[in-house]
């Protein structure tokens, strides 16, 4: 069973940084394109950013420049760097993992950009 979980979720000033991380099990993470979602009250999930098992890296136009996403297979881990945060950056973030019809997601870390 696919089991993902988030940290490194909080509370932070705009133009603070946080980093984000994914701990993956129960599967063979290297041939899974992973990456983070994120949801904010009242707004539909988007993507934010996700790298495919070749390492090709992809950003929500909104985060480009501010967000480096990152890959470790050794550790079956995937992490979110997020620099220059700001107050419409606030939402649930969620780990993910797909490959073809299985797609799987973490409970989320709530991230709060306010002063």
């Known amino acids: 069973q696919v089991h993902l979980v988030e940290s490194g979720g909080g509370l932070v000033q705009p133009g603070g940084s946080l980093r984000l991380s994914c701990a993956a099990s129960?599967?063979?993470?290297?041939?899974?394109?992973v990456g983070w979602y994120r949801q904010a009250p009242g707004k539909q999930r988007e993507s934010v950013a996700f790298?495919?098992?070749?390492?090709?890296?992809t950003y929500a136009d909104s985060v480009k420049g501010r967000f480096t996403i990152s890959r470790d297979n050794s550790k079956n881990t995937v992490s979110l760097e997020m620099n220059n945060l700001k107050p419409e950056d606030t939402a649930v973030y969620y780990c993910n993992q797909k490959l073809g019809q299985r797609d799987y997601w973490g409970q989320g870390t709530q991230v709060t950009v306010s002063s």
């Open positions: 790298i495919t098992t070749g390492g090709r890296l």
């Open positions: 129960g599967s063979i993470f290297s041939w899974y394109t």
